[in-house]
């Protein structure tokens, strides 16, 4: 019987949300600080935080705990 893996779902999961909460405080925070010109660039930026935060978590996940190779 194959052993049910529940934790990499999770962790996608918990990086997605991390990485949408990181993308709605940058679009709160970001036009305070960018310049008048670069105001439109607000969403753009504001997603690809969203992915390197929610890559990033997955990776330190992969990375820490060896997911990914077979024991």
Do not use: C, H
Not at 26 to 41: D, E, I
Not at 46 to 71: K, M, S, T
């Amino acid at each position: 019987m194959r052993r049910t893996n529940w934790t990499r779902p999770l962790i996608i999961l918990i990086a997605f949300i991390v990485g949408l909460f990181v993308n709605l405080a940058a679009r709160q925070v970001l036009p305070k600080f960018l310049p008048p010109s670069m105001a439109r660039g607000t969403d753009l930026i504001a997603v690809i935080l969203q992915i390197l935060v929610a890559a990033g978590i997955i990776f330190i996940y992969v990375r820490v705990f060896q997911r990914g190779e077979d024991d």
